[in-house]
């Protein structure tokens, strides 16, 4: 069997070639395994923080929870204010020697 050289050049460098592209696309294929893991990873990590979150019904819930609170300390507000000016009046009259 006799092979030249120059058919020994051209098996050589299509080996090359070939294993240069095969570790070209096994490279990226690795680096966007890598990526895909790490943007796993964030979603997960995000969807975890979500269920923490209230939903929309109970964002509304709170909202109604809130205002009654509010309504509550008016209320509270305004008795207090009517106690405040009877123990004006009623600390006027001590003073004053409870002639009245």
């Excluded at 570790?23 to 997960?44: C, G, P, V, W, Y």
């Excluded at 269920?51 to 509270?76: C, R, Y």
């Amino acid at each position: 069997m006799n092979v030249d050289l120059e058919t020994i050049r051209t098996v050589m460098t299509i080996i090359a070639v070939g294993i240069t592209i095969y570790l070209a696309f096994t490279s990226r294929s690795k680096k966007n395994s890598e990526q895909l893991t790490d943007h796993d990873e964030r979603i997960l990590k995000l969807e975890l923080e979500l269920n923490h979150l209230p939903t929309k019904e109970g964002q509304h819930e709170m909202k109604v929870a809130i205002t009654q609170l509010a309504g509550d300390v008016k209320q509270i507000s305004e008795k207090l204010d009517i106690t405040r000016k009877t123990v004006i009046r009623m600390e006027e009259a001590m003073m004053s020697g409870g002639s009245k």
